[in-house]
């Protein structure tokens, strides 16, 4: 079925190197997507959002690129550090269902070396 | 604001038993939803609520029911709980612009 997916499960990065984590999507209705961050016992954390009239926004030391051509989402995260080893997902938000709930990937974990 | 709150944090039933996982928000919010998350894997939506008195399912709501009779609270029952249904429940409402606030989370083991 459509769904939201990521390439690698886990990516090692050294401490002060650029991660980049991908995701796929397959739904083309899809106009909304977020990346969230969760740490060990915790409750997802919002890092950054797009709209589909978008291709990049970025944050503080991240920056999420949108390809809707190949439904492709990209979260870079600049000079990683320690801090942000975690499991990292993509989310999407379907206007055509017409909720503002998300279907979720499965997640990329990623280990920061020091 | 203390965001959106979940107890209990931890619980253990044996199969069989009925539960209530309570969530609540102070933000205002209209739209509330519940996911659980199985191990290894990301979250799947169970049910959500647009506002007061209104629910609908997600993609998993079997053997669960909800209820929202105010904008605060978003209590999700477990009416006869399953070792399927070990998880970590999170609960989360959504604001401005879209964005979901989640919960901490409350860890069920079924036995």
């Known amino acids: 079925g459509e769904s939201v997916g990521l390439h690698l499960p886990t990516l090692s990065v050294q401490e002060g190197d650029n991660s980049i984590i991908n995701c796929a999507y397959s739904n083309s209705a899809s106009d909304y997507f977020i990346w969230y961050k969760q740490e060990s016992g915790k409750g997802p954390q919002f890092i950054i959002d797009i709209r589909s009239n978008m291709d990049k926004r970025q944050g503080q030391r991240v920056t999420v690129l949108l390809n809707k051509t190949v439904k492709h989402l990209s979260l870079q995260i600049a000079a990683t550090q320690p801090g942000d080893s975690a499991v990292y997902f993509c989310?999407?938000?379907?206007?055509?269902?017409?909720?503002?709930?998300?279907?979720f990937g499965s997640g990329t974990r990623l280990q920061v070396q020091p | 604001n203390a965001g959106v709150t979940q107890t209990p944090k931890f619980q253990v039933l044996k199969t069989g038993q009925s539960m209530t996982l309570q969530c609540a928000q102070d933000m205002n919010h209209e739209y509330m939803s519940w996911y659980r998350q199985d191990p290894g894997m990301g979250l799947r939506l169970i049910h959500y609520s647009v506002g007061a008195g209104i629910t609908d399912q997600g993609e998993v709501p079997n053997g669960y029911n909800v209820s929202r009779s105010t904008t605060e609270d978003f209590p999700l029952r477990l009416l006869s709980a399953a070792p399927s249904q070990t998880s970590v429940y999170f609960c989360?409402?959504?604001?401005?612009?879209?964005?979901?606030?989640f919960g901490p989370g409350t860890r069920l083991l079924v036995l």
């Open positions: 989360a409402s959504t604001g401005l612009g879209d964005s979901q606030y």
């Open positions: 989310a999407e938000n379907r206007a055509d269902t017409g909720r503002r709930a998300l279907t």
